[in-house]
């Protein structure tokens, strides 16, 4: 058997592309060539099976791949549509490729929230979901199940509402549909299943999710630099963002100042930065992060 870590990821789309981003940044190295099924990692043993999207969960449960990288209403859906379930849980949210699985009906029609639903028929994609859905909340309606275009239902009398990804709702707004609850929130996320590794694999696999960590720890993290009076560090550090504590530097030729930096792993606005110059801070530069190993 192999020793190389394989890792299934959904072949084209927007969370191939994510998906490629994301290993590049954890300086995986290798190209995608036409519609081959495997591109060979070639610094780190590693090979990615390029499959589509729906097949992802099922490659991870049965073997077939040891991690996988799908969308999380992707791996919902297969585990609900699986008799006895599916081995293939989230090991790590990723952040990306997110997108909301929402119920919508005519936005102008009688569907306006859930408790209309009764007796109606819904068109999705997701009949997994959605009848998990309609059982909780003891609603008695039908789902249409349907392989793509389904905000084209109500238009086409196949059904009243549907139940559809929705991600910007410029689908939805061109056919005159409007969103009026959301069943799931869906993110990319990295799935594996409860077997055991070999150890040659288990070391390979601690090194891809510390790297995977550390993309993650820097995506909205900054560096953060700046001069300040030493009696304002104090209230200055209390303003940084999500940051440990600062260090601090002497800076030449003048006793009263100091230069202060700090990596901030929360968002920082523009607020945030009129707030430090408020508290006496001068010359504050922004720096991005790449990466971040703990």
Known sequence: MSDRLRIAVQKKGRLAEDSFAMLKKCGLRFSIRGGGLLARVKNVPVDLLLVRDDDIPSFVATGA???????????????????????AVIDRRLGFSRCKLCLAADSNGPIQSSKDLEGTKIATTYPGVLGKYLKENNIKATSVEMKGAVELAPSINIAESICDLVSSGATLEA???????????????????????????????????????????????KYIMLNAPKDAVAAISEI???????????????????????????????????????????????????????
């Open 65 to 87: 791949a040891d991690l996988g990288i799908a969308g999380e209403n992707v791996l919902v859906e297969e585990v609900l549509m699986t008799a006895g379930g599916m081995d």
């Open 175 to 221: 056919n005159g549909l409007a969103a009026f609850e959301t069943i799931l929130e869906s993110e990319a996320v990295l799935i594996k299943s409860s077997r055991k590794f070999s150890p040659e694999k288990q070391d390979i696999y601690d090194k891809l999710v510390r790297r995977i960590d550390g993309v993650l720890r820097s995506a909205d993290s």
């Open 240 to 294: 940084l963002p999500g940051s440990d504590a600062p260090t601090i530097i002497p800076l030449g030729g003048d006793s009263d100042l100091v230069a202060v930096q700090a990596v901030c792993t929360e968002n920082v606005f523009w607020d945030t930065l009129e707030d430090l110059k408020a508290a006496g801070a001068r010359s504050i530069l922004v720096l991005p992060i790449e990466k971040m190993l703990g």
